[in-house]
């Protein structure tokens, strides 16, 4: 197919009951960036077809250029269709594949199934699908809205399983497939003034184990992957909230005083970055992890061993 660049990208809605139909398509035909070329030994997943969502930053976007390096179609959805745009564009110009941005609600069921069917309309195919949208808000219990708690649960593991389903439509009937969840340290061990986000990434490690038994026969495999502290726009996030909650008048945290503290208690003494969770995924999406399905893996230095 040629070039299209719907650029800047126009919001497009669809139907009613959505409010984030919106797809670009960005395909270049020029050689891939000299400093790749160079770096990269092998195409794992040349005309296979990656979902990502949560893609247009932080982790998600890492995963996102793993999968570009190796050659990957991309169909890459975010709520915030100009910044997953631009990802998009970035990722097709500099390692020449075909990427497409999707704007979506992943709690809205129209947008899960309008994306996976764009996806596999395009491409022929959904191989991999990498559940990685998520939010957190962190609060006192007592003064915690209750519509935050819902909003979390929503987003973080609604989210979780209906991508999971729609995708697994698809998986079925072509006989293979691979589904990837993003849980969080906290769906091991939970951690003060976020119960909801707690709750919600132990239920995206009961999802992914459920599913795995369920798929297994149709050669899906099922895993999830539990980051701990990972450099991004929502440690920034975290960093200051819960300074400001942690925080006493005897002691009060500069920007970026308590990461630096808690990265202090990592055995291997510094952040995640989104690079060694992508190194992760795409090892998860492999032909080398097919005999692995049903687990949660840590990957946060050393801080959690289970």
Request: with cysteine.
């Amino acid at each position: 197919m040629g070039r299209q660049s719907f650029w800047p990208a126009r919001r497009r809605r669809s139907a009613p009951v959505s409010t984030c139909w919106w797809t670009v398509d960005l395909s270049v035909g020029k050689p891939a960036h000299a400093c790749y070329r160079s770096l990269n030994m092998y195409q794992r997943f040349s005309g296979k077809t990656v979902v990502i969502t949560g893609a247009c930053r932080g982790i998600g976007a890492g995963i996102a250029e793993r999968f570009a390096q190796e050659g990957a179609n991309l169909v890459l959805a975010s709520n915030d269709l100009e910044r997953v745009t631009f990802t998009s564009g970035q990722l097709a110009g500099e390692y020449s594949v075909q990427s497409i941005a999707v704007g979506l609600d992943v709690t809205d069921e129209a947008d899960i199934q309008h994306l996976y069917r764009t996806a596999h309309e395009r491409f022929g195919s959904i191989d991999v699908s990498v559940q990685n949208a998520g939010i957190i808000t962190i609060d006192h219990c007592e003064r915690m809205p209750r519509a935050d708690f819902d909003k979390v649960l929503q987003v973080n593991t609604t989210g979780v399983w209906l991508g999971c389903r729609e995708a697994a439509r698809y998986m079925v009937k072509q006989g293979s497939g691979r589904l990837i969840n993003t849980s969080s340290g906290q769906g091991r061990q939970g951690f003060i003034y976020t119960p909801h986000y707690a709750a919600s990434k132990m239920g995206v490690i009961g999802i992914t184990q459920s599913l795995a038994l369920e798929l297994a026969r149709h050669n899906i495999t099922v895993n999830a992957f539990c980051p701990g502290i990972i450099e991004s726009e929502m440690w920034d996030y975290n960093d200051r909230v819960w300074g400001e909650i942690l925080g006493t008048e005897e002691k009060r945290y500069a920007k970026g005083e308590l990461m630096a503290e808690w990265v202090r208690n990592i055995p291997m003494r510094r952040a995640g970055k989104p690079s060694d969770v992508a190194g992760l995924v795409a090892f998860l999406a492999s032909d080398d992890a097919a005999y692995l399905t049903g687990q949660a893996i840590n990957i946060d230095g050393g801080l959690i061993m289970s």
